[in-house]
């Protein structure tokens, strides 16, 4: 069973920036695809981010294109997602989750373990 735990989620003004940070056990980001999703109120769950089993091919939404990045932190054994200018429509829960096999997509299925989210809000 993998156990992944985001964090770093918090209240933000648009223009500024947010890291999250998703924890993992062992060396699940060189044997899992990694990704992130998040959810607003009343809308479906999206794909933002992912990044493939050791930190190839990295992927985005065109929504997050050229603001947000992906990386993995193999010292602290975290996959992060690099959040730059922030925008109120990024308000949501964001959450990781990995998927058996090295690959990662952005639609949410087929996603094995899933953490319980961070809450990010962007407001002035």
């Known amino acids: 069973q993998l156990q992944l735990v985001e964090s770093g989620g918090g209240v933000v003004q648009p223009g500024r920036t947010l890291r999250l940070s998703c924890v993992g056990i062992?060396?699940?980001?060189?044997?899992?695809?990694i990704s992130w999703f998040r959810q607003a109120p009343g809308k479906e769950r999206e794909g933002v981010s992912c990044i493939s089993a050791g930190g190839a091919a990295p992927a985005f939404a065109a929504s997050v294109k050229g603001r947000f990045f992906i990386f993995i932190d193999k010292a602290k054994n975290t996959v992060n997602l690099q959040m730059d200018s922030l925008e109120p429509e990024d308000t949501a829960t964001y959450y990781c989750a990995a998927r058996r096999g090295t690959s990662c997509h952005l639609p949410p299925v087929g996603y094995n373990y899933w953490g319980q989210g961070t809450q990010v809000t962007v407001s002035s």
């Open positions: 062992g060396n699940a980001f060189d044997v899992y695809g």
